[in-house]
Nanobody, 124 residues
Framework: HVQLVESGGGSVQAGGSLRLSCGAS????????VGWLRQAPGKEREGVAA???????SYVDSVKDRFTISKDNDKNTLCLQMNSLEPEDTAMYYC???????????????????WGQGTQVTVS
């Protein structure tokens, strides 16, 4: 069983930065794809960034060149560095794990079978 715990959310002004972290109990690597997804009030959950077992990253267009996903296999930790934050980035952010999704589906919420509780990011 995998448990994921996010941290690092908070409130920041537009243009600022935040770094989200996700710690896992139980391995989240091997053939797993791990990612960050978010859900804003009144909107559907969407994939933000994902990284597969080979270290290949995928991003939703709206965050490219602003967000960077990374993982530390030794520490079993996943991170999301968020720069140049915009009010549209305001959402609950979730860390999640999927088992070998097809590359074109890595940002699809339905492929993820383990989820953290989420951490709130508010940009004003």
């Amino acid at each position: 069983h995998v448990q994921l715990v996010e941290s690092g959310g908070g409130s920041v002004q537009a243009g600022g930065s935040l770094r989200l972290s996700c710690g896992a109990s139980g391995s989240i690597y091997g053939d797993a794809c791990v990612g960050w997804l978010r859900q804003a009030p009144g909107k559907e959950r969407e994939g933000v960034a994902a990284i597969d077992s080979d270290g290949i990253a995928s991003y939703v267009d709206s965050v490219k060149d602003r967000f960077t996903i990374s993982k530390d296999n030794d520490k079993n930790t996943l991170c999301l560095q968020m720069n140049s934050l915009e009010p549209e980035d305001t959402a609950m952010y979730y860390c999640a794990r999927a088992t070998r999704p097809r590359p074109e589906r890595r940002l699809r919420p339905e492929v993820y079978n383990y989820w953290g509780q989420g951490t709130q990011v508010t940009v004003s």
